[in-house]
């Protein structure tokens, strides 16, 4: 944190408090700067964007709730930076204010203009929820690391908007991007790349004609997963990876340490019950955290004309065999979710087994890629030859994995021991896809319009 050598003074007005500070402007370099007042106790703050021209004042005066100002006031002094279109990175530089200094505030609600947004400032100090409804703000993402908003005012009051963008689970760095109303609805691509698998809030803060009165505010809080159209984009990946070859396929297999079958027969009846999906595979897949199954392979011995299982495991030494056509009989629609490879050189390609018409089923509709099981081309995966036999792709370090939605009782069913490579067991938590592969990532130029220079506004 640089050394700032600002000055500040708390005062009463009335019902208000006020905040004068002032030694910013030599710091400003003729910049935009972003001033904010934070209540360290209340977690509520308050701002003012001040262009840096000489004519402006060097005391910038900041009105806060009476029952703030008797608090520990934190003021940061941040600069808009113009070539990100009003992008900062938040914390810059700082200064607390922490005694109360007694002074005679003057009244500055001399015109008709002031006195219309002091009225409204009166609520903005209070819960953003109270803030009359102004505004409203929709997003549309067509893909998981881009954001639009369409950003609609309902008062000519609003003379820009303030938008800031934050990683919830990483604080910093905070984006802030300060755009000029130019009509009443406004497309606004917001100019930052979102991690796939993160969540993000997005404030949108409609500002007076000062550039320093809150007058409405929305916030909107979503998850960086893939869309629909990022899901086709990996499909056709996982196609074009996937080639032609394929081998009859009879039975689905699942292998885990012999102490989780165990586990099952004694205290659950045999009943191997659906759980959370976890990280593993592509951080955005909708699936994550959002839907109940358990895993099963297809893929068959390298060379097999028979459908035999591939020989060893990486998951466990105990493994449970089921005919595969009495899976499917069980959840017969098939969504495609995921390709993905690790460490190694094998791909994987994930696929979503669900009961027709049941919570699972209606979820991946509306979020994955339903694939026709009797159609070889649109689904080279798991597929119904012209013979009705079942056949599963056999590239080789391609392995198809099933992700069945229902629970099974396994007493039905064979096991068998096999041998195991790796650690031998699944790791908690899931092992995430190389985000270096160029066969199995999605990758596409960003390309952003930003709307407005800061330093072409007077605020």
């Not at 002094?77 to 530089?93: C, D, H, T, V």
């Not at 409405?216 to 056709?236: G, K, P, S, V």
């Not at 650690?423 to 390309?447: E, I, W, Y």
């Amino acid at each position: 944190m640089a050394n700032f050598d600002l000055s500040a003074t708390k005062s009463y007005d009335g019902d208000d408090g006020v905040v004068c500070i002032s030694g910013w402007k030599q710091y400003a370099n003729g910049k935009t700067i972003l001033l904010t007042v934070n209540d360290k106790c209340s977690e509520k703050s308050w701002t003012r964007i001040i262009d840096c021209r000489p004519s402006t004042k060097s005391t910038i005066r900041i009105k806060v709730p009476k029952s703030s100002i008797d608090e520990n006031l934190l003021i940061t002094a941040e600069p808009l930076l113009e070539k990100a279109g009003g992008m900062r990175q938040s914390g810059e530089r700082q200064f607390s204010v922490e005694s109360i200094v007694s002074c005679t505030a003057k009244d500055t609600h001399d015109t008709q203009q002031d006195i219309l947004s002091y009225l409204i400032s009166r609520l903005s100090f209070k819960d953003v929820d109270v803030l009359p409804k102004l505004m409203s703000v929709d997003m549309d993402r067509k893909s998981y690391d881009s954001a639009s908003l369409i950003i609609t005012r309902y008062t000519p009051l609003v003379r820009k908007w303030l938008i800031t963008v934050v990683q919830t689970d990483l604080p910093q760095p905070k984006f802030v991007f300060l755009v000029p109303v130019e009509s009443s609805m406004m497309d606004f691509e917001v100019p930052v790349v979102f991690q796939a698998g993160c969540s993000y809030s997005i404030d949108v803060e409609g500002l007076d004609y000062t550039g320093g009165i809150i007058i409405c505010h929305e916030r909107l809080n979503f998850e960086a997963i893939l869309t629909l159209e990022d899901i086709h984009a990996l499909y056709q990946k996982a196609i074009s990876h996937a080639g032609s070859k394929s081998s009859l396929c009879r039975v689905f297999y699942r292998n885990k340490k012999p102490k989780y079958f165990k586990k099952i027969l004694r205290s659950r009846g045999g009943i191997m019950e659906a759980y959370m999906k976890d990280n593993s595979g592509d951080p955005g897949s909708p699936i994550n955290g959002r839907l109940n199954g358990l895993f099963f392979m297809a893929s068959v011995k390298p060379g097999s004309k028979t459908g035999e299982p591939m020989v060893d495991s990486a998951f466990g030494g105990q493994r449970l065999l089921i005919p595969a056509e009495e899976l499917l009989a069980r959840a017969s629609n098939l969504y495609f979710t995921d390709f993905y490879c690790m460490k190694g050189s094998v791909h994987y390609v994930t696929l979503v087994m669900t009961s027709p018409g049941s919570d699972a089923d209606r979820f991946c509709s509306s979020h994955l890629l339903s694939l026709d099981i009797r159609s070889r081309w649109g689904n080279p995966f798991l597929f119904y030859n012209e013979a009705g036999k079942l056949q599963v792709c056999s590239r080789k370090n391609f392995t198809v994995e099933l992700y069945f939605t229902e629970d099974i009782d396994i007493r039905r069913y064979k096991m068998c021991s096999t041998p195991i490579f790796g650690k031998g067991h699944s790791t908690v938590g899931g092992v995430p896809k190389n985000p270096d592969c160029a066969k199995c990532n999605l990758r596409r130029p960003q390309q952003y319009t930003v709307y407005a220079d800061t330093e072409q506004y007077s605020f």
